[in-house]
C-alpha cells in the first residue's frame, strides 16, 4: 500500500501564529518522504525532502522547517506564518522500489489571512 | 538551474479526438521525466516514465514520447473522454541520489462531450 493521510485538509490561519501539517504514510519502512507546495498559479515547489528519520533536507530558504520523528511520519511546522504561507502542501512518498515514482496524500490547504 | 515549461496553461478538445501536451526543458539532461494527472483539490497521481534511452511509452490510450535532443516530452490522449479532463504535469528528476522532482506548472486539459 501506497497510501498516504494528511491533516488537517483545510486550515485559515492568521498571520504570525504556528502551523504544524502532518503527513503519515504506509508501505515498506525508510521510504523518502517529500513535502511540496502548489501556490497559485505556480508549479510545484519542493521544499523539504527526508531519506531518514531525523534527516531533512531544505530545498529553499523560508519560514518553514520539517521534521520526521518517526520512521512513516512526516511534519512541516512554522513559528509564524506569513501571507506568502498561503498554499496547498503535499505529502509525498517514493515508491518502495525507487524507481523514482512519487505518490502524493490528499494535501492540506492552508490560508494566511 | 533547470526549467521546465509546459507550453500550453491550457487546451480544449473534442471528446474522440487525440490531445497532446508538449513538455520543455533547459539546462539539463535528466535521466528520466513523469507525467502525473492532477484533479482539483486533490494530490497528483501517476500515469507515465520515461527514461533517456527510450524513446516512446504507451499505457493504454496514453503515449509519452521522449526527444533528448529536442529536450521536449509529448503527452498524447487517444479517443480522449470528457473524463480525461484534468491539469497534467510534466516531471524530471533534479538529480542525486535522492528521486527529487521538478514540476512544470501543468496543462488543464478540458474534453469536451
Known amino acids: 500500500s501506497q497510501t498516504i493521510h494528511q491533516w488537517p485538509a483545510t486550515l485559515v490561519q492568521p498571520v504570525g501564529s504556528p502551523l504544524s501539517l502532518e503527513c503519515t504514510v504506509e508501505?515498506?519502512?525508510?521510504?523518502?518522504l517529500y513535502w511540496y507546495r502548489q501556490a497559485a498559479g505556480r508549479g510545484l515547489q519542493l521544499l523539504f525532502y527526508s531519506v531518514g528519520i531525523g534527516q531533512i533536507s531544505s530545498e529553499v530558504p523560508q519560514n518553514l522547517s520539517a521534521s520526521r520523528p518517526q520512521d512513516r511520519q512526516f511534519i512541516l511546522s512554522s513559528k509564524k506564518l506569513l501571507l506568502s504561507d498561503s498554499g496547498f502542501y503535499l505529502c509525498a512518498r517514493g515508491a518502495d522500489a525507487n524507481t523514482g515514482e512519487l505518490f502524493f496524500g490528499e494535501g492540506s490547504r492552508l490560508t494566511v489571512l | 538551474s533547470q526549467k521546465i515549461e509546459q507550453n500550453s496553461e491550457a487546451l480544449n478538445i473534442q471528446e474522440g479526438k487525440t490531445a497532446t501536451l508538449t513538455c520543455n526543458y533547459t539546462n539539463y539532461s535528466p535521466a528520466y521525466l513523469q507525467w502525473y494527472r492532477q484533479d482539483p483539490g486533490r494530490g497528483p497521481v501517476f500515469l507515465l516514465l520515461i527514461r533517456e534511452n527510450e524513446k516512446e511509452k504507451r499505457k493504454e490510450r496514453l503515449k509519452v514520447t521522449f526527444d533528448t535532443t529536442l529536450k521536449q516530452s509529448l503527452f498524447h490522449i487517444t479517443a480522449s473522454q470528457p473524463a480525461d479532463s484534468a491539469t497534467y504535469l510534466c516531471?524530471?528528476?533534479?538529480?542525486?541520489?535522492?528521486?527529487?522532482?521538478?514540476f512544470g506548472k501543468g496543462t488543464l486539459l478540458t474534453v469536451n462531450p
Open positions: 516531471a524530471l528528476e533534479s538529480g542525486g541520489s535522492n528521486y527529487k522532482l521538478t
Open positions: 508501505g515498506t519502512s525508510n521510504p523518502n
